[in-house]
């Protein structure tokens, strides 16, 4: 499984792939050269027009014109693409070779066209089609995940769900024996009431509005500062741009709980965590640091469950659409997460 692993990470597979065809194209076709060092050269000069048209179509033409739904430009540039590399491969070739006549199109013209766009056209369009076969299988795995995830959350939701209304009754009359005078606790139990109804009431949808989300990251915040001192600094600063737009319910929140579990207690300086939330050009940007310990147990890192687990949930929801970056210093630990949006 290893080593399956890391052939794939290295793409060591597509390395051996087209090794095969090159031996094969050779053993097929070596005996219409003078010399074998002839033949080995045209035919390596071939595989590699051919592999880069194959990967210039499936990692570029097709993520970034077919999917977008683009068509025409997608086909004009795959047409364009195989005609271009057509007579870029016979020039080549007339070098190689020494066949001057390669380096004119008079001639033969149907031969060319037969030769050489043709068999380009059909080959890299079967490469292009195995792309899209394999695509659409990943998108169905990933969505036969995301379902089993989904129904898993809401079992474990339902088995630990309490009466609601008894829940609110009891922070309600907790609320009313507090003290008039003392806003502070009024105030977080408040928070606090507003954080679980959010839970339980408004993240019904695979989406909710950012701006409940943020809400309850702002409402968690407060919470938490309570119980620091002084000597902790916490900052929370989210521009007027991050509205009008859907995201996963509390996919942003295991950062923030990570960054308050693994805060550093300095005495002798400050201590602080800094959240930022702004929106860019369609990108939406969650940027999470925290002064942290220089030693910390092996038990009690950042990179724990909560971590992988929203990292797993980023991968399943916005696949090609994020980009996560953890940095993990030795007295600060960063998050940078930017959701296409």
């Not at 014109?65 to 590399?85: D, E, N, V």
């Not at 929106?279 to 910390?296: Q, Y």
Request: aromatic letters at 14%; charged letters at 20%; hydrophobic letters at 45%.
């Amino acid at each position: 499984m290893q080593k399956a692993a890391f052939l794939i990470k290295y793409k060591l597979h597509h390395l051996f792939f087209w090794m095969m065809v090159l031996g094969l194209w050779y053993f097929l076709r070596y005996e219409d050269y003078s010399t074998g060092a002839k033949a080995f050269h045209v035919t390596l000069i071939k595989v590699a027009d051919l592999a880069l048209m194959v990967y210039l179509t499936n990692y570029l033409l097709i993520p970034k014109l077919l999917y977008k739904r683009k068509y025409f430009l997608f086909g004009a540039a795959f047409i364009f693409m195989i005609l271009t590399s057509s007579i870029a491969k016979m020039n080549i070739l007339a070098c190689v070779t020494s066949t001057p006549a390669l380096l004119t199109l008079s001639g033969n013209f149907k031969a060319r066209v037969y030769d050489n766009v043709i068999p380009h056209f059909f080959l890299v369009l079967s490469g292009a089609a195995f792309k899209l076969m394999t695509d659409y299988t990943n998108m169905q795995q990933r969505m036969v995940e995301m379902a089993k995830e989904k129904a898993e959350a809401e079992l474990n939701f339902l088995k630990s769900q309490i009466n609601p209304h008894f829940l609110f009754n009891s922070l309600n009359a907790v609320y009313f024996l507090i003290d008039k005078n003392n806003t502070d606790a009024r105030g977080a139990l408040h928070k606090f009431s507003a954080m679980l109804r959010y839970q339980l009431y408004e993240m019904n949808g695979d989406r909710v509005p950012v701006e409940k989300e943020v809400a309850y990251l702002g409402d968690y915040i407060d919470l938490q500062r309570l119980r620091k001192d002084e000597n902790y600094a916490v900052s929370f600063n989210c521009s007027p741009g991050v509205k009008g737009f859907s995201i996963e319910p509390l996919l942003l929140i295991p950062f923030v709980e990570n960054a308050f579990k693994h805060i550093s207690h300095h005495k002798n300086q400050l201590n602080f965590i800094k959240l930022d939330l702004h929106r860019e050009a369609g990108v939406f940007h969650f940027k999470l640091e925290n002064s942290k310990e220089a030693i910390a147990k092996i038990n009690d890192e950042h990179s724990g469950i909560g971590l992988n687990n929203v990292q797993r949930r980023l991968e399943l929801l916005y696949p090609g659409k994020h980009q996560l970056k953890i940095t993990n210093n030795p007295d600060i630990f960063i998050v940078d997460l930017a959701i296409n949006i």
